[in-house]
């Protein structure tokens, strides 16, 4: 694929997430859970702690700004809007595809978030389909040096490249490389789908590779099968991709799948999460780190106010769930056994 095409891939993509409705058929499956209420939780409110430790770096909460934007002129502001919102909050955020970079690399000035967000945790991204494409473990080394990343993200979307007429389909032979880019690598190594969630299999296929950590990006959220039909002109292709509209592995599921198969890797929940009510859930059933995409991109493209006050949104509605749960710290809450309904 050229440089254009590229871009204008980038750019459909943003403007269809901001434009259509894309968000999948199906739930996240946190609705099915819910928490005992505790109507002595013997604490104050104000004393909860949302703080913790992620690759040694302290999180005001367990909340992170998903991989979003990429390295087109038209879009880079809002990846330094996400970057100064990430380090007033104290949280972590992803960027989106560095690909861009590795082909024009002027363009890396547009990921150079370190000038606005020098202390937050800060992930790299590539598609793990570019390991197949000749992009060799020092490249991606260079990548996370030049924006100085405390990890890089390797993002899994067979299906969205395959409903793509231009996608990458050959995703043979990745495992292998993926343990080879674990072993070279400087930083930790997280690997996250896009939004279809990671099964039992994929769990399993990963434990042992040394990957530090798996986002889920379960379904219930933002729908690529939809996105990528907004891109299509082909009325054939249109109904190919209009039936995977409601494909993938809840969130929730796809949360114990990886914490049951995948010992000892870290557990990333992302997918369709709204709320703090369901970053404490997804906490509960055993992720580490929760990512918000859809939700940020939205409040984000209309305003940094808006973005603002989605992530304060969300911060608040954690602490006031953990208070009403008998929770006085993100440890205590993931010892907790929700319920299901
Ligand atoms: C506008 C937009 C752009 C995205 N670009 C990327 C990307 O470049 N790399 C990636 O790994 N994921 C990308 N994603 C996927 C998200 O990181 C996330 O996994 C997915 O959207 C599910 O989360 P959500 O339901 O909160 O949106 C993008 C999502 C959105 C909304």
Known sequence: ???????????????????????????SGLEHFYFDHQTLPELD?????TTMTIFKKKQNAPIFISSMVGGTKETSELNFLFARTAQAFGIGMGIGSLRIGLQEPQRMRYFALRSVAPDILLMANIGAIQLNNAVSPDDCQKLVEQIGADGLVL??????????????????????????????????????????????????????????????????????????????????????????RDWGISTAQSIQNVKRNARGIQVFASGGLNNGVDVAKCLALGADYCG??????????????????????????????????????????????LRQR
Do not use: Y
């Not at 007429?165 to 990745?174: A, H, I, K, R, V």
């Open 1 to 27: 694929m050229d440089k254009k095409q590229i871009h204008k891939r980038k750019d459909d993509h943003m403007r269809i997430n901001a434009e259509e409705n894309v968000q999948s058929t199906i739930s």
């Open 45 to 49: 409110l104000v004393q909860i702690d």
């Open 155 to 244: 993002h899994l979307n067979p299906l969205q490249e395959a409903l793509q007429p231009e996608g990458d389909t050959n995703f043979s032979g990745l495992l292998q490389k993926i343990e080879k880019l674990c072993h070279s690598l400087e930083v930790p190594v997280i690997v996250k789908e896009v939004g279809w969630g990671i099964s039992e299999k994929a769990a399993r296929q990963l434990q042992g590779t040394g990957v530090a950590a798996i986002d889920v990006a379960g379904a219930g959220g933002t729908s690529w099968a939809e996105v990528e039909k907004h891109r299509l002109s082909n009325q054939s292709s249109k109904a190919i991709a209009e039936a995977f």
């Open 292 to 337: 918000f995409a859809g939700k940020f991109f939205r409040a984000a493209i209309h305003s940094e106010e808006l973005l603002q006050e989605a992530v304060q949104e969300v911060i608040q509605g954690l602490k006031i769930c953990m208070f009403a749960a008998g929770a006085a710290d993100i440890d205590a809450l993931q010892k907790i056994t």
